[in-house]
């Protein structure tokens, strides 16, 4: 299905027209639009509980749309036609697999063959810096392993459109510094583009290109506010801090 | 950190073996507490088990017989029921219109332990081994049923998911990710029917039967041998932990992401 998997992501470009989800008579998503242009890195904010996962897995599909339609591409968002890759916020390694066999999973799903999954696997291996631990369980991984390994397994089947929900979350902040800029210099090397989800301010203005604010449940978009900064960006600049507190006064809903 | 175990700790269990043979003596051929009409001396057990091993008296058979005979109930009834019980289990639990077909009828039967099933046996199919197959087959389905499906069910959520953003069907689904998830606790339900299966056998031949250590038990029973009871006893305490063997053999070389 994916033999000629390209070993450059194309960036997918998506549009969400009228994106809406309830769950019973609650309504969570309401009546979302906005587009992705290819390989752009857009960053998703709102205040805590505002439905931010649900808004992804309602991007990937994997929870029933009410209303509304995604298109990727042009066409309706569909995981078995579209390269698309989810980091999850919870560590979702296979316990069973060791680190090199999680990193091939994707490619293994997709039916890539043999010797371009091996040529993908090393590559990611080498990004992250898991070499050593190729042969590794899951169990006997630290926490920034475990996420390196699903940002791995994510890269190494060269996704055109790439979701993260808080990857980051759970990790302490020197170690999110690095991972956060691991993932700028992939997403630099691959021309994926990014949906990251996040409810740190800080983070994602050191990684967008465009920060877009959610409101409370339900959902809408409150802005989409655009983050120029060059990269490698510094936290502790004047401009940095700057747009930090614009996007947070955005954020406020009392 | 681990401790760096000592080679020597294996001494402590021996200890404990030999001062537990010791007591066993003393109470019986060193002081004559018990005659060895109501316990042996730990001597006299070896030497009943050397003899049994090429007489075939006093209930009709040599220990190797009986053995092969409760071995082929046991082994027959048990392959049968995990060949059928694990995939049944598997459907069940992956789809539902199948679970809510077969359900009705394996609740009933879940129920009931497999000794319970003796009697109705032995009027339909007598003594032999038939009836006693029959039995051990039905408790290792049930047992391998219900673990095949609590494990694919406590598949995790985030793993399904994994898969199907990488746009995985239904089939790769269950083979690439309930499957896995669910081998530990299928493991289980192996080692646990086995368990089951063994048990049931010796009690179901201490019932109804004329061949099997459980005869063999019951006979020396009648005749106040409790040399060959003992003997019987060991027996199947050996064999079962050496039939666990290749399922823990199993275990290690799949699992070897630990414990999941």
Known sequence: MMGEQKTKAAGARVEVRNLTKKFGDLLVLDDISFNVEKGEFLCIVGPTGCGKTTFLNSLTRLYDLTAGEILVNGEAVDPKKHNISYIFQEYSAMPWLSVEDNIRFGLDIKGVPKQEAQENVEEMLEIVGLEKFRKQYPHQLSASMLQRVSIARAFATKPDLLLMDEPYGQLDIELRFKLEDELIKLWEKLGTTVLFITHNIEEAVYLGQNIMVLTNKPTKVKTVIPDEIPHPRDVTAPEFVKLRNYVTDMIKWW | ?260
């Open chain 2, 1 to 260: 950190m681990q401790k760096k175990k000592s080679k020597y700790l294996w001494i402590l269990s021996a200890v404990t073996v030999v001062f537990v043979l010791f007591i066993w003596w003393l109470v019986t051929d060193g002081l004559g507490i018990f005659t060895s009409n109501t316990l042996p001396s730990p001597i006299k057990i070896v030497q009943a088990f050397i003899k049994k091993l090429t007489d075939p008296n006093p209930d009709g058979a040599t220990l190797g017989a009986h053995l092969l005979s409760s071995l082929k109930i046991v082994l027959s009834g048990y392959l049968l029921g995990v060949v059928i019980g694990i995939p049944m289990g598997i459907v069940m639990a992956w789809y539902e219109k199948a679970d809510l077909m077969i359900r009705p009828v394996f609740d009933m039967i879940r129920t009931v332990p497999g000794i319970a099933w003796v009697p109705v046996m032995v009027v339909f199919c007598g003594i032999g081994f038939t009836s006693k197959a029959i039995v051990i087959f039905i408790g290792a389905v049930v047992a391998n049923v219900i673990n095949a499906y609590s494990g694919i069910k406590q598949t995790k959520q985030v793993h399904l998911w994994v898969g199907a953003t990488f746009g995985a069907s239904n089939w790769q689904l269950l083979t690439k990710i309930a499957l896995p998830s669910a081998f530990p606790m299928i493991i289980n339900g192996l080692k646990l029917s086995l368990g089951g299966a063994w048990t049931t056998i010796v009690a179901a031949e201490l019932l109804a039967s004329n061949r099997g250590i459980g005869y063999m038990i019951q006979q020396a029973r009648g005749i106040l041998r409790p040399d060959i009871i003992i003997v019987g006893m060991f027996v199947i305490g050996i064999v079962g932990s050496l039939l666990m063997l290749p399922i823990s053999l199993l275990e290690k070389k799949v699992m070897k992401g630990g414990k999941w």
